[in-house]
């Protein structure tokens, strides 16, 4: 039976237009407001791998600031604990705010090595974020990590390529579906969702970026191929693509910038100003996903 066949369930979204009670829905609240998809507060773990100064540390923060226990991974522990017990006292005083109870015993940052580049790592985070809280489940899981070497097509080596493709597609892969067998497992709550980092890359190759665009076009193929299998099962992917230079120190150096000086507003993205568009698509309700989305200052060429 084709698609086209009057008889198919799918001409007319015969198999999407299931039907519930009647109940009246909410009506509109202010952004910011809405719980994000998923678990409830207190059972929900919001994991992000490739947390360094910029988005990855500024999209933990806005998830804290609404009072989700976060989780935060890269290769560099010693920095990450740090910055989980900041994080762990902006949890708390969000979920006093909310009303939310909070055990004390158990904290509500937690820090864990992981490199991209290993699957098993991958895997064992997911493992250790259970065990750390084994009342509660990843219920957003986020992808910042990527490894981009540019350079010369001619010069570019195939270990370039090789370890652009381990983090992103390799990487990407191994962590969306350790994300998505927690969400889907026993069944418990309703989904989640599963955010990914993408760049101008992922949709343009350009000179000098052969082995980073083939990985982020790879890791965005990966993204929608997830999204149409698991959206029916209550997870929702989402990619974003960050279009232009992110602010941080580094790239300050690397310009040469001077002491005292920064980049205009319109001309970089901003970490704190990005994490909102982070916190707004796991807050999706879902009669409203964005696949995806992209972003970049004004000045921005595009
Ligand atoms: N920066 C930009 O201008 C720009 C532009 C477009 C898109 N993006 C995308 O934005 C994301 C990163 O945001 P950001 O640049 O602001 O960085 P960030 O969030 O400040 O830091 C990302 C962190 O990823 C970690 N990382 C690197 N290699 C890793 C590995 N092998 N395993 C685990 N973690 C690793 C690093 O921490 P450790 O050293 O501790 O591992 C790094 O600090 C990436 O997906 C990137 O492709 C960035």
Redesign the pocket.
Known sequence: MSSNDSSSPRRNRGDVLTTVTYKPYPTVQALGRAPLHGPSIEQHVVFI???????????AQIFAKQGYTVAI?????Q??DGWAKELDQEIRSARKALNVAVNDSSPQSVAFA?????PE?IRKTFQDIANTWPNKRVGTAI??????KRGPFLEQRPEQLQ?SIQ??IT?GFTFMQAAVASMTKNNEGRGGSIL??????SIRGREGFAA?AAS?GGLRQICQSVAREYGPQHIHVAHI????????Q??RDFLGLQKGQRFGNDA??R?EE?AKAWLFLASQNESTWTFEMDMRPAREHF
């Open positions: 791998l490739g947390v360094g100064p910029g988005l990855g540390l500024a999209i991974a890269s290769r560099n522990k920095r990450l992981c490199d991209v580049l290993s790592a992808f910042n990590a990527s490894i981009r370890d983090a992103s990487g990914v980092t993408g760049a101008t890359s980073f982020k693509i960050v279009d232009g230079l992110i602010d941080s580094q790239a970089v993205l970490p990005m």
